[in-house]
């Protein structure tokens, strides 16, 4: 079954870090790009970066530079998001999605979605 | 960054009701604009990718149009499952963004 399934849902202290995972089944993560949005509660959606899984190559939004780190294990399909210094406004629900990119052919849409990771940071 | 502005924020129509959302651009964008249907407690969903393609499995109802700043995003009869927020996303540049989103309801 084609799936990206993320970690559990954390509690956080302001100053902490936190690390998500985003583990992929039923494709090979190399032929895709894997990006990271995030949601506040009741709010709309965020883009904070991307990785290339083949090069272990990341692009991060400029809000996002030196507070967020993308890496992947490619033994085991699945892909990292850890973000430091958490502040309360870093509370939210963040996702992992793919964009299907291999050789010279790149698509630009979010077609798969994980489920979510619910990230609260508090005192 | 490219600022995506989507209106209206909320919208009330019938079952049947066509549907139109807007969502402009802070530059020209090309067709670089893709919709998503998220529904509560969900990850988005991708309905429309490159302003005006249908992604497979996506219902004939839902449709996009639109070019450089102004895009559309329809619903032709308004169906009970429709029932969700939708969102823009522009692909022109880094960062990727999204414009606020319209939470669609029954009247």
């Known amino acids: 079954q084609v799936q990206l399934v993320q970690s559990g849902a954390e509690v956080k202290k302001p100053g902490a870090s936190v690390k998500v995972s985003c583990k992929a089944s039923g494709f090979t993560l190399s032929t895709y790009y894997m990006h990271w949005v995030r949601q506040a509660p009741g709010q709309g959606l965020e883009w904070m970066g991307r990785i290339n899984p083949g090069s272990g190559s990341a692009n991060y939004a400029p809000k996002f530079q030196g507070s967020v780190s993308l890496t992947r294990d490619r033994s085991i399909n699945t892909v990292y998001m850890e973000l430091s210094r958490l502040r309360s406004d870093d509370t939210a629900m963040y996702y992992c999605?793919?964009?299907?990119?291999?050789?010279?052919?790149?698509?630009?849409?979010?077609?798969?979605w994980g489920q979510g990771t619910l990230v609260l940071v508090s005192s | 960054d490219i600022q995506m502005t989507q209106s209206p924020s909320s919208l009330s129509a019938s079952l049947g009701d066509r549907v139109t959302i807007t969502c402009q651009a802070g530059q020209d964008i090309n067709t670089y604009l893709n919709w998503y249907q998220q529904k509560p407690g969900k990850a988005p969903n991708l309905l429309i990718y490159?302003?005006?393609n249908l992604e497979t499995g996506v219902p004939l109802r839902f449709s996009g149009s639109g070019s450089g700043t102004n895009f559309t995003f329809t619903i032709s009869s308004l169906q009970p499952d429709d029932i969700a927020t939708y969102f823009c996303?522009?692909?022109?540049?880094?960062?990727?963004?999204f414009g606020q989103g319209t939470m669609l309801e029954i009247k």
């Open positions: 996303q522009q692909y022109e540049d880094f960062p990727y963004t």
């Open positions: 490159d302003a005006y």
């Open positions: 999605a793919r964009i299907y990119c291999s050789g010279d052919t790149c698509f630009h849409q979010f077609d798969l």
